[in-house]
C-alpha cells in the first residue's frame, strides 16, 4: 500500500471523530505553540539587550564596588583623576537611592541618582527640554533635579515641569531638566523613571551614601584593556585588594546578560517541551483505545492478505497524522501569539525563529513515531482468528 492511500485513510479516520482527534491533540498544539512563541519572547529580548549595548558604545566599562566600611569607600575627586591618563575619556560616578518625590499632591517612590554630567555622554542620553547638570552644581551642591520623563508625567502631567519646584525626602530642588525617553540600560534600569540630581547634593544633603557604581569610558574601543589595567591599578592601591571591586566591559557585560536571557529562556522551553510528551502520552492512548475499537476490522483486513507490516504502517500513520496536524495548528498559533505580543506588551519585542519553528513541528511528528509505534505493533500482532472472533 502506498504511503499517499494511508495518509488519505489515516485522515478519514481522524476527520470521523474529530472532537476525539482535537482533544487528543491538545497537548502537541501547546507544546508547539509554547516552543514557538517563548524562543521568538526569548530571541526578542536578546535582539532588545544587543541594541541598548550597541546604542551605548562599545568602550564603555562598569566599575561596582563590592565592599562595605570606610576603607572600601571611593572619594570622587580622586576617581575623577584618572580622566588624567591618555587611555580614559570620560568617568562619572554614581550613587542611587530610592526615595519619595513630591509635586503638589502629586507623590510617589522614585529611583534618585547623583552623578556628573559626564553621566549623559556615558550614558547616550539626550535631553527633552532644559539642561543637565554641570560641575559648577556639584562645586556648589545646588538643589537641581532632572526629571526621567515617566516621572514627570507622574508629577505634573501635562504641565511644564522647568523651573518648578519638587519634593525630595523634605528638601527643595528646582527642576532644570527633562530627559528624552530612553527605555532601558545596560545597568537594567531606566533613566526614563529616574531623578537625576548632583552627586555631591545626593551624598551630602539626601544621604546617599558612597560612591557604588562608577561608569568609565575608554577613548576609544582599542583602549577598553588598557583603560581596565588602569582602573585595576588604581582600586587596587586604593583598596589595599583586588577583592573588593568588579570590572566588567560592554562585551562582558553583553554575554553576562545574554546568556542569562539565554538560560531563562531554555528553561521556559524545557518545561513547554513536557506538554508534547503529555499530548505524545495522550496520543498513545488513544491509539490503544482504536486499536481495540477496530479489532474485527484488522481480522478482516489480516484474513483477506494484508501483511503485519500493512497494519504497523496503517496505524503507526495514523498516529503521526494526528501529532502532525497538532504540530502544524500549535506553529499556526504559536506565530500568531509572537507576532500579538507586542501589541500586549509594548516595551518587548519578538523575533520569530524558522529554524525553531521547524525543529519544533519535526519534534511533534517524531513524538507521533515514538508513542504511535507501540499500539501499532500491538495491532500488527493480532491474529486473524482471534481479531474475527472480537465481538
Known amino acids: 500500500m502506498r504511503m499517499m492511500e494511508l495518509i488519505q485513510m489515516a485522515m478519514k479516520t481522524v476527520t470521523a471523530s474529530w472532537m476525539r482527534t482535537l482533544l487528543t491533540m491538545l497537548g502537541v498544539i501547546i507544546g508547539v505553540a509554547s516552543v514557538v512563541t517563548l524562543v521568538s519572547i526569548g530571541k526578542g529580548t536578546q535582539a532588545q539587550i544587543e541594541k541598548q549595548y550597541e546604542n551605548m558604545g562599545t568602550n564603555m566599562i562598569v566599575a561596582n564596588l563590592l565592599g562595605v566600611g570606610r576603607a572600601q569607600q571611593l572619594e570622587y575627586n580622586d576617581i575623577m583623576e584618572l580622566e588624567g591618563f591618555p587611555e580614559i575619556s570620560s568617568i562619572a560616578p554614581t550613587v542611587s ?10 507623590q510617589d517612590s522614585f529611583t534618585v541618582l547623583g552623578s556628573n554630567e559626564r553621566y549623559q555622554y556615558v550614558q547616550k542620553l539626550s535631553m527633552a527640554q532644559g539642561r543637565f547638570i554641570t560641575d559648577a552644581d556639584l562645586d556648589f551642591r ?17 504641565v511644564n515641569p522647568i523651573d518648578k519646584t519638587i519634593n525630595i525626602n523634605g528638601l527643595q530642588f528646582s527642576v532644570v531638566g527633562v530627559l528624552a525617553s530612553k527605555g532601558s540600560t545596560t545597568s537594567g534600569t531606566s533613566p526614563d523613571d529616574m531623578v537625576i540630581v548632583p552627586l555631591t547634593t545626593g551624598q551630602r544633603q539626601l544621604g546617599m551614601g558612597s560612591i557604588r557604581t562608577t561608569y568609565v569610558e575608554a577613548t576609544s574601543k582599542d583602549d577598553i584593556t588598557q583603560a581596565q589595567e588602569t582602573l585595576t591599578s ?8 583586588s577583592n573588593g571591586f568588579r570590572l566588567m566591559n ?6 553576562a546578560r545574554t546568556e542569562a536571557a539565554n538560560t531563562l529562556t531554555t528553561q521556559l522551553v524545557s518545561v513547554a517541551c513536557i ?11 488513544i491509539m490503544l483505545v482504536t486499536v481495540s475499537e477496530r ?15 500493512n497494519i504497523l504502517m ?8 494526528i501529532s502532525g496536524m497538532g504540530g502544524l495548528i500549535g506553529l499556526g498559533l504559536g506565530i500568531s501569539l509572537a507576532k500579538l505580543w507586542p501589541y500586549f506588551n509594548k516595551s518587548q519585542t519578538t523575533v520569530v525563529s524558522l529554524d525553531i519553528s521547524m525543529y519544533a513541528f519535526l519534534f511533534s511528528v517524531l513524538v507521533g513515531v515514538i508513542f504511535g509505534l507501540y499500539p501499532a505493533n500491538k495491532a500488527s500482532k493480532l491474529r486473524p482468528i482471534d481479531a474475527l472472533r472480537t465481538d
Open 234 to 241: 588604581f582600586l587596587t592601591y586604593k583598596f589595599k585588594s
Open 142 to 158: 545646588t538643589n537641581v533635579a532632572l526629571l526621567g520623563p515617566n516621572v514627570a508625567k507622574t508629577l505634573f502631567g501635562s
Open 314 to 321: 496503517q496505524f503507526l500513520v495514523e498516529a503521526v497524522v
Open 295 to 309: 479489532t474485527r476490522e484488522i481480522g478482516i483486513r489480516k484474513s483477506i492478505g494484508a501483511r503485519r507490516k
Open 275 to 285: 506538554s508534547l510528551l503529555v499530548g505524545g502520552i495522550g496520543i498513545m492512548n
Open 97 to 106: 537611592s530610592s526615595l519619595n518625590v513630591k509635586y503638589d499632591t502629586e
Open 250 to 255: 560592554q562585551d562582558q557585560l553583553l554575554s
